[in-house]
């Protein structure tokens, strides 16, 4: 199984996935080259991600792919699935769920402008235009926050709040946000510290993990891939920072591979 994503938000469904299928082996493609993807043409994202799955296939026996970024999914996942043979999860907004759970009817959604912006997304905001109590922000900066929390670096709540300001001067804010950015899961802490109530975050996790184990229930837990592997596509020195986190998810093989 591929996972794959421009930064380390994908981690976020790689947790989910070893809480729910411990067993699983995986390979997670860190395609920091092109962090963030947020801030791509959706040309280059379509492009790339079939340049991920085909340099993977190449290399290891991988049956599955998850493409473990929202801007990704909304863009190319149609596209990936006519290309490939293999199954491709994506994680996909699904804003209904938070019509039924809100208390206050007021919803809140926020992702990258190229989430935002998809077709895809575009599509469900029109289908529920009749609601304006869904507001959305539009942001590329959150997930740049996630990557330094993640690296233990100092993270500025006066950012946070600038990002969020919208929400926070509205008389009655959202009781419901929905997290179109895998990047954006490792931040609910740090975003509810910003509100006056109590906040209840939804994001694609759940439904990703049910996807994958009916997959593997199906082909009764045969896998190809034997070990676990982290590989980037590009060396910078953030890479270092990230090798005592990445120690939790029992990788085997650390290494960089050629997108170029």
């Excluded at 340099?55 to 026996?61: A, E, M, S």
């Excluded at 493409?67 to 490939?84: E, G, H, Q, R, W």
């Excluded at 300001?165 to 954006?184: E, M």
Aim: positive net charge; hydrophobic residues 40%.
């Amino acid at each position: 199984m591929l996972i794959f994503d421009s930064g380390i938000g994908g981690i976020s469904i790689l947790e989910n996935i070893k809480k729910n299928i411990p067993n699983i082996n995986y390979i997670y493609l860190l395609d920091n080259e092109a962090f963030p993807y947020g801030e791509k043409r959706e040309s280059f994202i379509i492009e790339r991600s079939i340049k991920i799955i085909n340099t993977i296939k190449k290399l290891y026996p991988i049956t599955m792919v998850i493409v473990a970024c929202n801007t990704a999914s909304t863009i190319s996942l149609d596209i990936l699935k006519k290309y490939f043979d293999i199954p491709i999860i994506g994680v996909l907004p699904l804003l209904d769920e938070t019509m039924r759970i809100t208390k206050n009817s007021k919803i809140g959604f926020i992702a990258t402008k190229a989430t935002v912006n998809s077709s895809y997304v575009q599509k469900r905001i029109s289908k529920n235009i009749h609601n304006k109590n869904i507001k959305i922000i539009a942001t590329n900066k959150l997930a740049k926050i996630a990557e330094k929390k993640i690296r233990k670096q100092f993270i500025s709540y006066i950012k946070l709040r600038k990002i969020f300001n919208r929400w926070l001067l509205l008389s009655v804010q959202p009781d419901t946000i929905y997290l179109g950015c895998t990047h954006f899961s490792f931040l609910k802490k740090e975003i509810q510290n910003i509100f006056h109530k109590p906040i209840i975050f939804l994001d694609s996790h759940k439904i990703v993990v049910k996807k994958i184990k009916k997959y593997f229930l199906n082909k009764k837990n045969n896998q190809n891939i034997k070990k676990n592997i982290f590989l980037y596509s590009k060396y910078d020195k953030n890479i270092n920072k990230l090798l005592c986190i990445l120690k939790k998810y029992e990788f085997n093989s650390i290494k960089k591979v050629n997108l170029s």
